[in-house]
């Protein structure tokens, strides 16, 4: 029931749009007319349109008169069907907050692995553009094949694929929107509801929430400091044939644990015993000795699909990413792809050419090493030193660092508390496949500078031991 004044003008402007007296798109009466009409203050008038604003019935800009428009809601409720199924568990709206948070001012932000702003090369990119400015407008503005443009296949074979210590060729490429999408049309492939995917546990957040959407069951295998454990695997599926295994071989996301060569081999060993399909995320691989290749780079006899994206090593807006499979596969994906979207942005895909071609990617790559290396030091420092989160591993490559609360404490708690006081992370539990980790956090510290790193995690180490 509306009491306060502003709140009954808004109510009464609300009824007059659902009457169709203020068409969609149209002016509502400017404020010194609403004033008299309500016999109200101007100021109660912004009152009621900024709720107006918060129910959905306007858009509306300080400077302006504002605008109807179309309300929210659709009057009846409309069904799902199935094939518009969501996942049940990981709830879509943890990725949008990750997204939210990508764009947000807080002074503490670990929520969002994204790269340092600052290492964006954005003197490279002026050069990049300016010359595509000068190309014939159709190469750069107009569609192009769906399986990616070939000089940029032949770029990311040539500059990235092999400096991760192996090749294929061009044809076997498709060029994604991210590898996300990548996943995504591996998923809609392969699963059907009821099978069985395999995953590191904790697994990327977003890969789960693929992997469920399609209908998939996950069964998450414990990593330790070495990676997935390959006994555990073993023994785990004896008696069930998942689609595929789904791993990070490089600072996994969100342990930041990077698989040892052993575990590779032994991993290797059991997919070419069982014939299971291993799809291999290489997102963080560019942060790795030289020398640390993944799995794909011994893959012979092995079905694997390779999956990698310029999200982390170059700028996740441009949304390019890519997957090497064998012809028959990527042909299969070629068409679904052109269901979603017909083909990956051409000037994205140009941009990220441009970039590989311009001779600089080696000193960027070991500029991030360095960055990133001495901001996952600093945690660990940081971390010994306040034993409010204890690291799950003490991780040297990547964006992540996976912490455990004091018992007691909910990830989600903390979370809605810190973000008050602009200090933002991830909770835990979006990140396992079983619905545990509700008391571990992941902070993402790739786009924060050390002195940031050492006063947030104090802040928050003091925020834990106010709600113990
Ligand atoms: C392991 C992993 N794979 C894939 C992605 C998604 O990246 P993209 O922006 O390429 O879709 C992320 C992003 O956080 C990630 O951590």
Not at 86 to 98: H, I, K, M, N, V
Not at 131 to 144: A, H, I, Q
Not at 241 to 246: A, K
């Amino acid at each position: 029931m509306a009491t306060r004044q502003y709140e009954v003008v808004a109510h009464a402007i609300a009824e007059n749009i659902l009457q169709g007296h203020f068409g969609i798109g149209s002016k509502l009466p400017p404020e010194r007319a609403t004033a008299g009409q309500y016999a109200v203050s101007r100021s109660t008038v912004r009152r009621a349109w900024r709720e107006l604003e918060a129910m959905g019935y306007i858009m509306w800009s300080d400077q302006s008169t504002p605008i109807v428009v179309r309300p929210p809601q659709w009057p009846q409720r409309v069904e799902r069907s199935a094939a518009g199924r969501l996942a049940y568990d990981t709830s879509p709206t943890f990725l949008g907050d990750l997204m939210q948070a990508a764009v947000s001012s807080a002074r503490y932000n670990f929520e969002i692995g994204m790269p340092d702003p600052d290492l964006l090369p954005i003197q490279d990119f002026q050069q990049i553009l300016r010359e595509l400015f000068s190309y014939p407008s159709r190469e750069v503005f107009g569609y192009s094949p769906t399986l990616g443009l070939e000089r940029v296949r032949r770029a990311i074979v040539e500059e990235f694929i092999m400096r991760r210590g192996f090749a294929v060729p061009p044809a076997n490429v498709l060029v994604t929107a991210g590898s996300l999408q990548g996943l995504d049309l591996l998923t809609r492939l392969w699963v059907r509801r009821g099978d069985v995917i395999v995953t590191e546990s904790p697994t990327f957040a977003g890969a789960l929430h693929v992997f469920r959407s399609h209908g998939a069951e996950v069964i998450g295998i414990p990593i330790d400091a070495s990676g997935i454990r390959v006994d555990v695997l073993e023994s785990s599926l004896r008696t069930i044939q998942p689609r595929f295994v789904y791993v990070q071989p490089v600072g996994q996301n969100p342990t930041g644990v990077t698989m040892s060569r052993e575990r590779q081999a032994q991993l290797m060993a059991w997919a070419k015993k069982s014939g299971v399909p291993l799809v291999e995320d290489d997102a963080y691989g560019f942060l790795a000795e030289t020398g640390a290749p993944p799995l794909s780079a011994d893959a012979v006899g092995v079905p694997i699909v390779y999956l990698n994206t310029f999200s982390k090593i170059l700028a996740p807006g441009i949304r390019v990413g890519f997957l090497t499979a064998p012809s028959d596969l990527i042909r299969q994906l070629v068409s679904l792809k052109q269901l979603s979207d017909l083909h990956t942005g051409t000037l994205s895909q140009l941009v990220a050419e441009g970039w590989l071609r311009q001779g600089r990617v080696d000193a960027h790559i070991q500029r991030a090493r360095t960055v990133y290396g001495a901001r996952l030091k600093t945690v660990s420092k940081v971390l010994k030193s306040v034993s409010e989160l204890t690291p799950f591993a003490e991780p040297s490559h990547g964006f992540y660092v996976f912490a455990q609360l004091p018992a007691g404490i909910s990830a989600q708690r903390l979370h809605n508390r810190a973000s008050e006081r602009d200090i933002l992370f991830a909770p835990g539990e979006p990140f396992s496949p079983h619905g545990d980790f509700s008391q571990w956090i992941r902070l993402a510290v790739s786009a924060q500078p050390t002195a940031q790193i050492e006063t947030g995690i104090r802040r928050l180490a003091r925020l834990i031991d106010d709600l113990l």
